[in-house]
């Protein structure tokens, strides 16, 4: 404690304040350290993504829930990306991870497709550092795969899972992180 601190506490209060503050001093420290980590929780969340991103909640049962439906479905996907046409595109959301361990997850616009394997080009500019920029051609196995998505000519489409359910929750206004 600085020594003026400590003499404006014994002139102002006496002895009892001072050992007041010694008590009082400890928990508001605790306390602030505990808001510092909240912030830092919050910002580093809000830096490591762009409007409109999709955030997958690793606890939201009904994404997760989605996520795997994906997955279990992905032989659907490669069966189709084998028999593409020109009028299709097809994507995958898969996740990145960061030198820092941060995870993101990515839709890339997919070239190559097997039951291991998927590669294609960064759609986006990822947010965190991830070690790729927009364009870039990645490559992943599918043990990082999120959700995939196979768009046709006219509009309409396959797939879709972790986004179409989070479009439908927030619609209900249920959204993770908005309850």
């Given at each position: 404690m600085p020594l003026r601190v400590l003499l404006a506490l014994i002139v102002l209060g006496g002895v009892g304040a001072f050992a007041a503050y010694?008590?009082?001093l400890p928990k508001?420290?605790?306390?602030?350290k505990a808001r510092n980590e909240m912030t830092r929780r919050t910002q580093e969340k809000q830096t490591h993504r762009r409007p409109g991103?999709?955030?997958i909640d690793d606890d939201d049962p009904r994404l997760i829930a989605a996520s795997d439906e994906a997955r279990k479905r992905y032989p659907e996907f490669v069966k189709?990306?084998?028999?593409?046409?020109?009028?299709q595109t097809f994507k995958a959301l898969v996740n990145f991870?960061?030198?820092?361990?941060?995870q993101q997850a990515e839709?890339?616009?997919?070239?190559?497709a097997d039951a291991?394997?998927?590669?294609?080009t960064l759609e986006n500019e990822p947010a965190a550092v991830i070690g790729?920029?927009?364009g870039e051609h990645v490559a992943a196995s599918t043990e990082k795969l999120v959700d995939w998505m196979i768009l046709g000519a006219g509009g309409g489409g396959t797939g879709n899972f972790v986004a179409g359910k989070r479009d439908e929750l927030e619609m209900e206004g249920v959204a993770p992180g908005h309850r």
């Open positions: 010694k008590v009082y508001q420290i605790e306390r602030q991103q999709l955030e189709e990306f084998a028999a593409r046409s020109s009028m991870t960061s030198e820092d361990k941060i839709w890339i616009v997919v070239d190559s291991a394997n998927i590669a294609g790729f920029h927009k």
